[in-house]
């Protein structure tokens, strides 16, 4: 029951429906305080103008004033009210006490249930003076004879010469006053109840309408927070494209946005640490192969010495195998390169000469493959270009072998050099005669393990790292026709790094 009470407590809908029905009953209660007042005034104001038309009659010259003639004033009043019931006043009394002494009422003396309330009105006008000084009306409330009532009084003399003082007390009932406005209430409280209701549905369309967004933004959170961040989202959102919406359509693209941050923040988190497991493995393995592939090539190219003068089939196997450890050192050096990178040693470095000396050593395995290699040289190019050549000579051959794989077979690698004076920039790029990159892996390209042959994917993702290593830049331009890898790299940039560090 308490988790029930809470449940509906922090219930959004009740908490905005609420306001609407405590205004409501706000609202309703001062408008019952002040109509109770109103109709207060308004049977002062009738009862005053009962009074005056008793007054005007009664002053009249000639008249002969009696407990009789009261009556029949009082009761020509009552049938002028009866006539008008919306000035209805109900049951009231007249006393009249004159300077003799003499007592008139509309009270018969025989009632003798109501006559003490006369002799009660009379003891208190003589205890309290309630004696009129002028000829305006006075309002006073007395209780008389355990009975309240609303009096009003006022002192006049009859219109003519000699004529005598009387005063005037009209007593009215506060048991009708309260009638009345018990009556008004009652009607105010079935209204009042009426629009309760209509308040309170008024207030549960809106609540629903605001809180039904929320409650399925609040929802989605908790499918997300129990399946993950790979969970579908279904959320509220403007009905119409384009359309804008309102605080909840905010909130629900700033959830979204947010949803697709943490997607993005993770897959680059799992991404992290799979690069530091492949790194460690890579290690790993690349020591595990480095030392015995440097005995192996050792041996080979110490019974290639021994074999002397053998036949040409012996010496292109001798030359094949040799190719394919270097080959395999290539791969060694690349997942150390990956594994543990290190900072380039720049040295003068003839980049034609080792550009042609990369093209020489990848040969063989390109004529397997049907693939000619060619160099295109710029020979303005400056010999001491401020370079690491072993990092250089692996950015190439990763490019080299790229471009070969691109056409499997049959088809051409151009390695071009040029060299910019102006700016002091030099392009090595690598082009080949392939069928082009497929349109969803360009964005991701230099990605590490983003491969478009079923490769690791990490010769581009390398390649890219030399590259910037060295300050400069890798990009790419592909087309059915073939696709052409370039790196930049600033001489000036390079040579001023090296003087500012010596």
């Given at each position: 029951?308490?988790?029930?009470?809470?449940?509906?407590h922090?219930?959004?809908?009740?908490?905005?429906?609420?306001?609407?029905?405590?205004l409501?009953?706000?609202?309703?209660?001062?408008?019952?305080?002040?109509?109770?007042?109103?109709?207060?005034?308004?049977?002062?104001?009738?009862?005053?103008?009962q009074?005056?038309?008793v007054?005007?009659?009664?002053?009249f010259?000639g008249?002969?004033?009696?407990?009789?003639?009261l009556?029949q004033?009082?009761?020509?009043a009552?049938?002028?009210?009866?006539?008008?019931?919306?000035?209805?006043?109900?049951?009231?009394?007249?006393?009249?006490?004159?300077?003799?002494?003499?007592?008139?009422?509309?009270?018969?003396?025989?009632?003798?249930?109501?006559?003490p309330?006369?002799?009660a009105?009379?003891?208190?006008?003589?205890?309290?003076?309630?004696?009129?000084?002028?000829?305006?009306?006075?309002?006073?409330?007395?209780?008389?004879?355990?009975?309240?009532?609303?009096?009003?009084?006022?002192?006049?003399?009859?219109?003519?010469p000699?004529?005598?003082?009387?005063?005037?007390?009209?007593?009215?009932?506060?048991?009708?006053?309260?009638?009345?406005?018990?009556?008004?209430?009652r009607?105010?409280?079935?209204?009042?109840?009426?629009?309760l209701?209509?308040?309170?549905?008024l207030?549960?369309?809106?609540?629903?309408?605001?809180?039904?967004?929320?409650?399925?933004?609040?929802?989605?959170?908790?499918?997300?927070?129990?399946?993950?961040?790979?969970?579908?989202?279904?959320?509220?959102?403007?009905?119409?494209?384009?359309?804008?919406?309102?605080?909840?359509?905010?909130?629900?693209?700033?959830?979204?946005?947010?949803?697709?941050?943490?997607?993005?923040?993770?897959?680059?988190?799992?991404?992290?640490?799979?690069?530091?497991?492949?790194?460690?493995?890579a290690?790993?393995?690349?020591?595990?192969?480095?030392?015995?592939?440097?005995?192996?090539?050792?041996?080979?190219?110490?019974?290639?010495?021994?074999?002397?003068?053998?036949d040409?089939?012996?010496?292109?196997?001798?030359?094949?195998?040799?190719?394919?450890?270097n080959?395999?050192?290539?791969?060694?050096?690349?997942?150390?390169?990956?594994?543990?990178?290190?900072?380039?040693?720049?040295?003068?470095?003839?980049l034609?000469?080792?550009?042609?000396?990369?093209?020489?050593?990848?040969?063989?395995?390109?004529?397997?493959?049907?693939?000619?290699?060619?160099l295109?040289?710029?020979?303005?190019?400056?010999?001491?270009?401020?370079?690491?050549?072993?990092?250089?000579?692996?950015?190439?051959?990763?490019?080299?072998?790229?471009?070969?794989?691109?056409?499997?077979?049959?088809?051409?690698?151009?390695?071009?050099?040029?060299?910019?004076?102006?700016s002091?920039q030099?392009?090595?790029?690598?082009?080949?005669?392939?069928?082009?990159?497929?349109e969803?892996?360009?964005?991701?390209l230099?990605?590490?393990?983003?491969?478009?042959?079923?490769?690791?994917?990490l010769?581009?993702?390398?390649?890219?790292?030399?590259?910037?290593?060295?300050?400069?830049?890798?990009?790419?331009?592909?087309?059915?026709?073939?696709?052409?890898f370039?790196?930049?790299?600033?001489?000036?940039?390079?040579?001023?790094?090296?003087v500012?560090?010596g």
């Amino acid at each position: 029951m308490d988790s029930l009470k809470r449940s509906i407590h922090s219930s959004l809908a009740v908490k905005i429906t609420l306001p609407f029905v405590a205004l409501f009953a706000a609202v309703l209660f001062a408008l019952g305080l002040v109509l109770a007042r109103e109709i207060l005034l308004e049977v002062e104001a009738r009862v005053e103008d009962q009074q005056r038309f008793v007054l005007e009659v009664a002053t009249f010259p000639g008249f002969a004033l009696g407990e009789e003639s009261l009556r029949q004033i009082r009761d020509r009043a009552g049938r002028s009210a009866q006539a008008d019931p919306a000035a209805a006043t109900g049951h009231c009394e007249f006393v009249v006490l004159e300077e003799d002494g003499r007592t008139l009422s509309t009270i018969a003396r025989e009632d003798r249930a109501a006559w003490p309330t006369v002799e009660a009105l009379a003891a208190a006008v003589h205890a309290r003076r309630l004696k009129p000084a002028t000829e305006d009306l006075q309002r006073a409330t007395l209780r008389l004879a355990r009975q309240d009532w609303l009096v009003l009084y006022t002192a006049r003399a009859a219109r003519g010469p000699g004529a005598a003082m009387r005063r005037f007390y009209l007593l009215y009932p506060f048991a009708e006053i309260q009638n009345a406005q018990n009556r008004a209430l009652r009607r105010i409280a079935a209204l009042g109840g009426l629009g309760l209701a209509l308040a309170a549905g008024l207030g549960l369309l809106v609540a629903h309408w605001i809180s039904g967004p929320v409650r399925r933004l609040a929802v989605a959170a908790g499918r997300i927070s129990r399946g993950g961040l790979n969970e579908t989202l279904e959320l509220p959102g403007p009905r119409r494209q384009g359309q804008r919406g309102d605080e909840i359509a905010e909130l629900t693209r700033a959830f979204q946005a947010m949803v697709e941050t943490l997607r993005n923040s993770q897959a680059e988190l799992l991404k992290a640490e799979r690069l530091a497991a492949t790194g460690k493995l890579a290690a790993t393995v690349a020591h595990g192969i480095r030392n015995p592939l440097t005995s192996l090539r050792m041996t080979v190219e110490m019974l290639q010495q021994r074999a002397g003068n053998v036949d040409a089939q012996t010496q292109q196997a001798y030359a094949v195998l040799l190719g394919e450890i270097n080959r395999m050192a290539l791969a060694v050096e690349e997942l150390l390169t990956f594994a543990r990178p290190r900072p380039p040693q720049r040295v003068p470095t003839d980049l034609n000469k080792l550009a042609a000396e990369t093209l020489k050593f990848l040969e063989r395995q390109l004529q397997h493959a049907h693939i000619q290699g060619s160099l295109d040289a710029d020979a303005a190019l400056p010999p001491d270009l401020p370079l690491d050549p072993e990092k250089v000579r692996q950015l190439l051959v990763n490019l080299v072998l790229n471009a070969q794989q691109a056409m499997v077979r049959d088809g051409t690698v151009t390695v071009r050099t040029r060299w910019d004076a102006v700016s002091e920039q030099v392009t090595l790029s690598v082009r080949d005669t392939g069928p082009g990159i497929a349109e969803e892996v360009r964005d991701k390209l230099f990605e590490l393990f983003v491969s478009t042959k079923g490769g690791g994917g990490l010769g581009l993702a390398i390649a890219k790292q030399i590259a910037e290593e060295h300050g400069g830049s890798i990009s790419f331009e592909t087309s059915p026709r073939g696709t052409t890898f370039s790196v930049v790299l600033s001489a000036v940039q390079e040579t001023q790094k090296e003087v500012g560090g010596g």
